[in-house]
């Protein structure tokens, strides 16, 4: 089917199973909402009243001394890595091999910081301190993804993630959190988002993602690591002329959806649980630990997609947003982000969508 079919199906929904590129609501919604927010003065590069909040209320909610907006995660985490290793006199960072620097950045970290990645662990699992272990070289800095988002949203252990900052902290290697969707780890460790920010020296949260602002992200640490961000972000092109509508729709973010974040949480739970038992399609994790899990469906990548298109133009219900293959070439993958347009659809009949999705397929 052209994209433009495609496109103007999807137009026509009404009900969305996966939330809005993993937010809980739409960019309309948050048009609608900003204009009551917005203050008779916004920011002037960076510098005002909403883009202080901000700050100061996530470095609160992290435990951490200071913060900064950024435009974006990919910008903020090259200059967290790379102050952490330049202060460290090193240049290597060891990170997961799904991690978004390896697949998404361009190699940024190396062509505009010269620091190297030292890929630990197997793509398919989470890293462990066995493989921390391994390692012979120095290493600047350990980023750990809280949850990592390619393998379904999976989560260490307390007591595996305790062991692997400690392994960091043994060896004076700097920790940084991609905690991109930090907010979702709650409901698992059943701990404040504090508490695993503790462990690390930098954390990444992305505005745009869980909490649904219009983009960009926050870096939080300590003040002189934080200060020296900022220098960096003017190095980057990224003081932009005003944060003003970032800020205030993450805050909007901040009030309305992070209390929500448990019930998505069991939502994602229950979610699981009915497609684990419909023939033909696997969830990863099992049970899911977070509010996004990763559903893989027995069938042919381009059935399975205009299945999918089909019963979105039938039902006016969009069940998956994208379908990619996966190492076995009868099996596809897809990721469910659960957010409050998830909650709208009960859970048997998301199930029901499916089954019929592998049946069509
Ligand atoms: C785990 C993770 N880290 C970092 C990023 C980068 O964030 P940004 O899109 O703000 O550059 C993303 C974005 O998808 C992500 O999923």
Known sequence: MAERDRESIIQQCTRFVPAWAGASRTPADVFRELADRAGPRGDVYGEGESVARLESRIAGLLGKESAAVFPSGTMAQQIALRILCERRGRRTVTSHPQCHLELHEEKGYEHLHGLHLRLVGNRNRLITLEDLEEIAEPIGVLLLELPQRNLGGQLPSWDDLVAQTAWARERDVALHLDGARLSQCGAYYERELRDNAERFDTVYVSLYKDLGGLGGCVLAGPEDLIAEARVWRVRHGGRLSSFEAIAL?????????????????????????????????????????????????????ERLRDAVLDIADERRILIARWLAPTPLPDVQATELGVGASTLEVPTDEIAEYYAELVMRA
Do not use: N, Y
Request: proline letters at 9%; glycine letters at 8%; a negative charge.
């Open 249 to 301: 729709s993450a805050e909007l973010g901040l009030d309305e959806v992070l209390p929500r974040m448990p019930s998505f949480v069991s939502k994602a739970q229950e979610i699981g649980a009915a497609l684990a038992r419909v023939d033909g399609i696997d969830v990863l994790p099992d049970p899911p630990q977070v509010a996004l899990l990763h559903v893989f469906l027995r069938g042919e990548l």
